[in-house]
């Protein structure tokens, strides 16, 4: 199985920057995903990285290095509707089947 | 087009009873997925269909737990004898066929909050 490890909260101030990282141990890495939720809401799909690098698009940006395990998301220009969870999620491959298995989140809080 | 959809949006039932949840995915899409997440925790895996595949039921927590998908679309999740701790938001997820290293990326329902009494 996974071991995914992320900030259980952070706050931030509105037009800055936040960097929420994500560590994550799998025998069979396929790919990680960034989700964000919203209280009460249903996780909606924020970024995709499978190969090494960064992948930008508008205000969000995720990292990937697989041989360190790591994984950011970048957060530009906060804005007081980006408060939310924010999930780590690895799929591994290992096992035959391609399950998600997803962090505890990170609850972000963004002030005036 | 319409997204993933779950009924009911709320149940409470007493410890004991039986319950069922519904998850109808979005049309086309073969992999289907069961979480539940309980307050302030993560996601936790429960179950999933892949086409005709058998189930992937590695994440039921236990023998009271089961699901099935018809025809290849609507799945029902049901919690026989619940007891209190399986009080959670009980969410479905669909994507399309998950191979190679492409996304695939899950679209969610807006999940089922059960409360066991």
């Known amino acids: 199985g996974q071991n995914i490890d992320q900030p259980t909260e952070m706050t931030a101030t509105e037009g800055a920057i936040v960097q929420i990282n994500c560590t994550y141990q799998?025998?069979?890495?396929?790919?990680l995903f960034w989700y964000q939720q919203h209280a009460g809401e249903a996780p909606t799909f924020l970024s995709y990285n499978v190969l090494d690098g960064l992948e930008e698009k508008g205000r969000f940006s995720s990292f990937l290095s697989r041989s360190k395990g790591y994984s950011y998301l970048l957060l530009k220009e906060l804005q007081m509707k980006d408060s939310a969870s924010y999930l780590c999620?690895?799929?591994?491959?290992?096992?035959?089947?391609?399950?998600?298995?997803f962090g505890r989140g990170t609850s972000l809080i963004v002030h005036p | 087009g319409a997204g993933v959809s779950q009924s009911p949006s709320n149940k409470v039932t007493e410890k004991g009873k039986d319950v069922e949840l519904r998850c109808d995915p979005i049309s086309g899409h073969t992999a289907l997925y069961w979480y539940r997440q309980s307050l302030g925790q993560g996601l936790e895996f429960l179950i999933y269909f892949q086409g005709n595949s058998a189930p992937d039921k590695s994440g039921l927590p236990s023998d009271r737990f089961s699901a099935e998908r018809t025809g290849g679309s609507v799945s029902t999740l049901t919690i026989q004898r619940t007891q209190q701790e399986d009080s959670a938001v009980y969410l479905c997820?669909?994507?399309?066929?998950?191979?190679?290293?492409?996304?695939?990326?899950?679209?969610f329902g807006p999940g089922t909050r059960l409360t066991v009494t």
């Open positions: 997820a669909s994507s399309t066929t998950p191979a190679g290293t492409g996304a695939y990326e899950q679209y």
């Open positions: 799998t025998s069979g890495f396929n790919g």
């Open positions: 999620a690895v799929r591994d491959h290992s096992g035959g089947s391609y399950i998600p298995t």
